[in-house]
């Protein structure tokens, strides 16, 4: 399982240092994408393939499917980690993401999010004022 929270810096030619926790997880070469929210998605292939199911099963009739296949797909990257446990972010992906140096890295169960550390701070203030809203609303523990 993927969790945790992680600070990094994206260096100059756009690599970034994937937690040993993580790298653990997601194993050597793995998926990078959009994701929600304005964050990249990084997908373990096990996990990628069922992304990729979910997803060829929306009809092809319906213009939200063929749009959000589109932008998901288009922006994919089959990343490997390097000797050092560094991965190559595309530009696309870094400018998508508006991430320019500092970032952060999170596990979140199935896949891990690479956010920009300012839009992390916000979200992270947000939900965790209404986390206890959130949590009445979705789950009983």
């Given at each position: 399982?993927?969790?945790?929270?992680?600070?990094?810096?994206?260096?100059?030619?756009?690599r970034l240092i994937i937690p040993s926790k993580i790298r653990s997880e997601i194993g050597t070469t793995f998926i990078i994408t959009r994701g929600l929210d304005g964050c990249l998605f990084g997908y373990p292939m096990n996990e990628w393939r069922k992304v990729e199911e979910k997803i060829n099963q929306l009809p092809v009739s319906k213009k939200?499917?063929?749009s959000f296949s589109r932008f998901l797909f288009s922006a994919a990257d089959e990343s490997k980690i390097?000797?050092?446990?560094?991965?190559?972010?595309?530009?696309t992906l870094l400018n998508?993401?508006?991430?320019?140096?500092?970032?952060?890295?999170?596990?979140?169960?199935?896949?891990?999010e690479i956010w920009s550390k300012d839009k992390w701070d916000e979200f992270s203030k947000t939900a965790g004022e209404e986390f206890d809203d959130i949590a009445e609303d979705l789950i009983d523990f």
């Open positions: 399982m993927l969790m945790g929270e992680y600070e990094h810096s994206i260096d100059s030619k756009g939200s499917a063929r390097d000797s050092q446990g560094r991965v190559n972010i595309p530009d998508y993401a508006e991430i320019d140096k500092k970032c952060v890295i999170v596990g979140v169960s199935t896949r891990i």
